[in-house]
């Protein structure tokens, strides 16, 4: 179905310029994201999942007390950028969820306009763009996820902007733009730093200091406020929550829970084990707590290597699974440890969003783009640009990272833009371009760096 719709539109896109393009591609991924929100108007508890506590909470803190607070302590749990974004639109929108999710669906058409652009300028083909855009607005999965209250519409938007900024780099504002992006892409998710880095150290490689220093400068005036402020905070320059999510992503338990249920169902246990052991005190100290968690992980990671490793070897190749992970949703079961006796009780209940339709849905569509975008990368391989190589560094990166951790369709989804582009260079390659009457050859102007003229390479 994606692929057909992608075929349809591909053939009109020759005739729009570059500019009606993108109004076309804004309005083609607004319209069924804005349909599935007014059907969550009228049915809420069929569309709408349980709000994450930890986003909405600081989010809450910021407008009741004015700090990034969670549940009335300041906290560094979270990165500040999506609880800043939920408290402006919760204030300018009377606390209603509706309107933050009005704006969530504007936002991932504007995504959607910056994926055009960057497929447009990484080919110069009018067509592979607008077989990208189109298969993107219509995705199953990514309709669904703009109803999300979750981190990841605005770090795709602020992602494919800042790729497509990297495209129009020697321009000196393009680089100071790709910076200011990529510092609010880690005061999003502080877990992109070392991608931020590895980018700018990119830059020298190809002898571009002058644009890597004003890279580097332009994201740190955004990363600098977010470190010390958690420094004030807690002592830690980053985030306090990758100990306990590399603890229950790396423990005894772990294998006996992942992929069949999410590893979060082992925080109780997390809790409880660091009372145990720290007493209550430990909780007053997020740093503390944080590091506790860490040594905790890397003494699995030393004590059993056999079982970390087959777990991380498990976590990248989930990676390429079209199946909606972990299998089951978070609330499906309940855990309980006691004195090192486990017990794992499934729940009959799931959410609604794990109806075997949807299953179904994803595994065909994320299995076909999966399939078409090595095809597409494969035919594309000897003609890689820069930003290309930084997308590749940028999946191979979040495959290691999310390997290290747990893997989820969620972390699938944010890669999701670099295969869509690759099968839309395939769809390319094999559908002629030719106009939609009589079979006759198309007569739309070529670009210099026309795809198809890999064929006769």
Sequence with gaps: MITWIGLCAGKGWRYLDKHKGSILAFFLAFAPRFALLCLHM??????????????????TGILEEGALSIQGRTSTYVEP?????????????????????????????????????????????IRVAGFAATIRAFYPYLIRRALKIS????????????LYFLTKIPKTRYAILAGIGFGLIVITRSMMLPYAVAVCLFFIFKRQCR????????????IIPMMSYNYKTSGSLLPTRSGLNLFISNCEF???IYPRYHPDILLSYAYGLAKKELGEDAFKNQKYLDDFFKRKAIEFMWHEPLTF????????????MPWTLPFYSLPSASLEISDGVFHLQHNSLDQPWRMPAFIIIHAFSYGGILIAGF???????????????????????FILVYSLYWMSTRFQHQLLFIFIFYAAVWLDLKIP????????????????????KLRSL
């Design 309 to 320: 490793l087959k777990l991380k070897i498990q976590n990248a190749a989930l990676f390429f």
């Design 151 to 162: 981190v990841s519409p605005l770090l795709s938007f602020l992602l494919l902007a800042s």
């Design 211 to 222: 644009n890597a220093v004003l890279f580097a400068f332009s994201a740190m005036v955004c």
């Design 254 to 256: 772990t294998d006996r």
């Design 433 to 452: 371009p030719r106009s939609l009457h009589n079979g006759l050859p198309d007569s739309s102007p070529k670009m210099p760096q026309d795809i198809h």
């Design 81 to 125: 950028l999506y609880p800043l974004f939920l408290a402006a639109l919760r204030f300018l929108g009377g606390n209603s969820i509706e309107v933050v999710l009005f704006a969530q669906v504007l936002l991932t058409s504007f995504t959607n306009v910056f994926f055009y652009q960057l497929a447009f300028s990484l080919t110069g083909n």
């Design 375 to 397: 095809a597409g990368f494969f035919s594309r391989r000897r003609f890689l640009t820069f930003v290309e190589f930084c997308m590749i560094m940028l999946a191979g990166y």
């Design 42 to 59: 009228k049915f809420p508890s069929r569309i709408l999942d349980d709000l994450p506590p930890s986003y909405w909470h600081a989010a």
